[in-house]
């Protein structure tokens, strides 16, 4: 049984930084292709970033160059660092993870296993 549990959500200034944590369990994070997506209120579900399990990682132009994803192998855990946060990455915040190697990695259906979801808030 696959289980990716999310914490470190909460209520941030425009601005500010936030790490969201990722702690896998009845799966590797270094074998496996890792994401975060997130949801705002009456949206999809977007693709905001991606570390596969060779260390290759990629983001979406709205987040590059603001959030980097990361893991810990010894702790299991991946994590989204996230600076220069606007009111506009209000949402949601999902930990996927896959064991496939699709190319539609910015593609929610490609995922297979989903955590409960972190709030992430950010004030303006």
């Known amino acids: 049984q696959v289980q990716l549990v999310e914490s470190g959500g909460g209520l941030v200034q425009a601005g500010g930084s936030l790490t969201l944590s990722c702690a896998a369990s009845g799966r590797s994070v270094s074998r496996s292709r890792m994401g975060w997506f997130r949801q705002a209120p009456g949206k999809e579900r977007d693709f905001v970033a991606m570390?596969?399990?060779?260390?290759?990682?990629d983001y979406p132009n709205s987040v590059k160059g603001r959030f980097t994803i990361s893991r810990d192998n010894a702790k299991n855990t991946v994590y989204l660092q996230m600076n220069s946060l606007k009111s506009g990455d209000t949402a949601v915040y999902y930990c996927v993870a896959s064991g496939t190697d699709s190319s539609n990695y910015y593609d929610a259906g490609s995922y297979s296993y989903w955590g409960q979801g972190t709030q992430v808030t950010v004030s303006s």
């Open positions: 570390l596969n399990w060779n260390g290759i990682t």
